[in-house]
């Protein structure tokens, strides 16, 4: 289920804000033929309860963060407010789970998965920008899809216009027989993918720290758990773990 867009939920509170009025004011128009004095009571009770659910409001979903980011080539000040820290933690996620940040070993793991697994955290990471649902610039500050637009231009679109139909055309040539483990840009592959995990480290914990993700890097790291270690696993639930190709 996609969420609301920022001009969807604003204009969910300027709906609410009318029928709150106008309750009001049927109220207020209600008890005015009991006298003067019990109409400004009421009336001036509900503005009291009316400013103090305003200002909580207010408080819980414009309240802004500054996070100051140094990131590959510049530095970056961001004022995070609850739009721009949701939209962060869903590109955090999305990259922490994946290949683009998860570890492919040697002589394991597949390919073209890996470079599915690309292509998807491309296409979920442009799908809000062009179709309109991205939180507007914040006034001041830097936006964090300035961030992704690094991800997409200078990353991923470089890795996948240069991998992708190098493996296709030698799995064309193979046919369905083909076995990875044979193409000879194998090692080549590998390697480039793991210079690309790194370069993106750094954005995915800026995205990670924008959100408000205690220490975000941890979330990147291999577990140190070991047999006899002391330490319990997570379970593995067959269906919700996370997509590591």
Known sequence: MRAWG???RISGRAVLAGVVGAL?????YSVSRTGGQTLSIIVGGLAGVAL?????FYHRSAQLTEVQLTLPGSVMVFSANTDMRQAALRMFFQASTRVATRPLEAGSGNLREALTSLKTLFDLYREPLESGAAPP???RGDSVHEIVLDILNFELAPFL???HPRLRAWESAQGEDADEAAWPGNAAFRQDLEDLQRRLRPYVIGLGEIAGVRDPERHLRRSDWSPGSGNVPVPHQHGTGPDTR
Not at 24 to 28: D, E, S
Not at 52 to 56: D, Y
């Open 6 to 8: 920022p001009g969807a």
């Open 24 to 28: 009001t004011g049927t109220v207020a």
């Open 161 to 163: 216009s240069k991998w």
């Open 137 to 139: 610039p914040p006034a």
């Open 52 to 56: 103090v659910l305003g200002a909580e």
